[in-house]
């Protein structure tokens, strides 16, 4: 219980760290003012009562398993995450280290957990993610334009100014040599258009 004292010490003012005690009845047995503040929008006095009322029903199996590693190996610190409600009908995302808690006859006493609010890091987590997703999405787009540009409008572009070409040194009626001329510099003007993307891609 040397631990859980000095904890308390350390930790009861933390303006970051959440710091908790769960009894053997799996009863807050302590909570610190950083713990309470957040919480108390659930109960005022949390102390006293079973820790399911801050949990998310999901996670109440991750919290039990968890338990169970830590007196199976009473040395270790094991992680978790948590959904806690927010007394708002939504839930916050906690991140916690457990650590069995034994009293002066070495017998099981309890559980003490330090963790902190990770809501926001989850969140520009998967900002981040859905931005990285969005700039793939663009790379493939613009790698596909690039192919479109140099590969299926270019090609067809340049065959219309070599035929045009061809037909212009024809002897063909001046009617049709000026049409085909007029052809000639509109495919000329397009494969500019696209060599101009081209170079913004």
């Not at 769960?22 to 950083?34: A, F």
């Not at 700039?135 to 090609?155: G, M, P």
């Not at 067809?156 to 100014?161: D, E, G, K, T, Y």
């Amino acid at each position: 219980m040397q631990n859980f004292e000095n904890a308390k010490k350390l930790l009861n003012n933390s303006s970051i760290y959440y710091l908790i005690a769960v009894d053997m009845n799996s009863n807050y047995l302590y909570i610190n003012k950083r713990y309470q503040n957040s919480f108390n929008v659930i109960s005022s006095q949390l102390v006293g009562q079973h820790y399911a009322v801050t949990v998310h029903p999901d996670d109440l199996e991750i919290c039990h398993s968890v338990s169970a590693k830590c007196f199976q190996n009473p040395s270790h610190v094991f992680p978790a995450i948590i959904r806690k409600h927010d007394g708002n009908g939504g839930y916050i995302i906690t991140q916690w280290e457990y650590r069995a808690m034994f009293d002066d006859n070495n017998l099981p006493a309890g559980m003490l957990c330090i963790g902190n609010d990770i809501t926001e890091f989850m969140q520009t987590s998967i900002d981040l993610e859905t931005a990285k997703k969005s700039l793939n999405d663009a790379e493939l787009t613009l790698n596909q334009l690039f192919y479109l540009q140099s590969h299926v409008f270019r090609k067809p572009v340049a065959n219309i100014i070599g035929l045009t070409l061809i037909l212009d040194s024809m002897e063909i009626d001046a009617t049709i040599k000026s049409i085909f001329s007029m052809v000639n510099q509109s495919a000329k003007e397009l494969d500019e258009v696209i060599k101009k993307i081209a170079e913004k891609v």
